[in-house]
């Protein structure tokens, strides 16, 4: 270790990803990536320049990327729930939607997976930086 200029092992690394499909005319549909915050299994916050009225529905894309893992949720339906004017941005509370129980049951999984993997990456940063503060 006399060489190693590192004193702590590299945090892991994460990405995680979302879109909402746009309805621009009555023929065009447009991804376009938003900001995702504040995510459990049951919904998500979304930060955006789009504007979306509270009990719309909206069509989601998330994917999570770590070091040795990769998840996928092409296409999930929710509803927005909480819309608050956030800079020149708008913050908004996105409820997951399910067409039947077996689709919930089918998707359920992987929301879960995404769900613990950023609890468990946000614990991992907070104990870096709490070992930082204390010099553990």
């Keep these: 270790m006399g060489d ?30 938003v900001v995702p915050f504040d995510y459990s299994h049951y919904g998500m916050g979304i930060q955006t320049d789009e504007v979306f009225e509270i009990g719309e529905q909206v069509e989601l894309s998330l994917e999570l990327n770590k070091e040795n893992s990769h998840i996928l949720v092409p296409k999930l339906k929710g509803v927005m729930r909480y819309k608050e004017k956030h800079h020149s941005r708008f913050n908004y509370g996105v409820e997951f939607l399910f067409e039947s129980r077996q689709d919930k049951l089918m998707m359920d999984e992987d929301l879960i997976r995404i769900e613990q993997a950023l609890r468990h990456f946000e614990s991992s940063r907070l104990r870096y930086a709490d070992d930082l503060v204390t010099g553990a």
């Design 4 to 33: 190693e200029r590192r004193r702590h092992e590299r945090l892991s690394w994460l990405r995680f990803e979302s879109k909402v499909q746009v309805r621009r005319s009555f023929f065009k549909k447009e991804w376009i990536p």
